[in-house]
């Protein structure tokens, strides 16, 4: 059986895609925290997350800008 979908993501149809996407994401954590280091994202910077699905690295870019930045997703 598969989920309905809510319309925020499109392959959320199939069973348990969003818990493996969250799964992934955070088993990248530390290579993606050394991605951003090497790109040198930092306070007061602006940044999207084109095509992050269910949360990408939205939370990751957030936190190295800071309040005084501006982050989204889409």
Do not use: N
Not at 36 to 61: A, K, N, T
């Amino acid at each position: 059986m598969t989920e309905a979908f809510s319309g925020s993501y499109p392959i959320e149809s199939r069973g348990g895609e969003i818990e493996r996407l969250h799964i992934q994401s955070a088993a990248m954590v530390p290579d993606t925290e050394r991605m951003l280091e090497l790109i040198g994202v930092r306070e007061g910077w602006s940044c999207l997350d084109i095509g992050c699905g269910p949360g990408g690295i939205v939370g990751l870019l957030c936190k190295r800008v800071g309040s005084t930045g501006t982050c989204g997703r889409s």
